[in-house]
């Protein structure tokens, strides 16, 4: 398969912990973020979004948050599993016209 | 239903040839985008194609890059006269209609030129 991120910044977790990776934005207009977890071989996979009108969302097993007065955001993953072993990309975009811009992208690897 | 496709999955060629990349987007997603993300990097936008409007080209890096779509379905990204800091996988999206609806990805084609 592709070998996407071989010089990516790593977090290595024990399979059932908790795992919190970060991503700092850039534009401080921007209303739409997007978290994508990429497997090796694989195109990107949406994980979870939020709008700049909110500061927590969560879904199954993840959940984002959303400080704008830093320009940082975050996704934290519960009960960590091996499937979970990715890079994982944030994304922002500003006003739905304006191509998303993604960050760098964080390896997972879980410890089984 | 069937996602996103591209072909060819891998493609080396010839520093100075032309290669041509094919997206098949999913049915009824009217927008369409093309990335390029080389080893240990982010996506990098190329271009984007929405329903009938003139494309955004703003991303593309130079003249020898340019896309095509027919109507709002295939796409194909031409590369011509390729170097070899053309390599790199080519992911190819689509999405309902705008930027910031969620964007389903193809599994890219890995482009090595030599």
């Known amino acids: 398969g592709e070998s996407v991120g071989l010089h990516l910044p790593t977090l290595s977790v024990q399979e059932g912990d908790n795992s919190i990776i970060n991503c700092a934005y850039s534009?401080?207009?921007?209303?739409?973020f997007i978290w994508y977890k990429q497997e090796s071989g694989k195109g990107p996979q949406f994980i979870i979004d939020?709008?700049?009108?909110?500061d927590k969302r969560q879904g199954q097993r993840v959940t984002v948050l959303l400080n704008k007065t830093v320009k940082h955001l975050s996704l934290q993953i519960a009960a960590t599993q091996p499937g979970d072993s990715a890079v994982y990309f944030c994304a922002e975009n500003y006003s739905g016209n304006t191509p998303l811009v993604f960050g760098k992208g964080t390896r997972l690897s879980v410890i089984a | 239903g069937a996602g996103v496709s591209q072909s060819p999955s891998n493609k080396v060629t010839e520093k100075g040839k032309d290669v041509e990349l094919r997206c098949d987007p999913i049915s009824g997603h009217t927008a369409l985008y093309w990335y390029r993300q080389r080893l240990g990097q982010g996506l990098e936008f190329l271009i984007y194609f929405q329903g009938n409007s003139a494309p955004d080209k703003s991303g593309l890096p130079s003249d020898r890059f340019s896309a095509e779509r027919t109507g709002e379905s295939v796409s194909t990204l031409t590369i011509q006269r390729t170097q070899q800091e053309d390599s790199a996988v080519y992911l190819c999206?689509?999405?309902?209609?705008?930027?910031?609806?969620?964007?389903?990805f193809g599994p890219g084609t890995r482009l090595t030129v030599l």
């Open positions: 939020i709008r700049s009108n909110m």
């Open positions: 999206a689509s999405s309902f209609e705008h930027h910031s609806d969620t964007q389903y």
């Open positions: 534009n401080s207009a921007s209303d739409y």
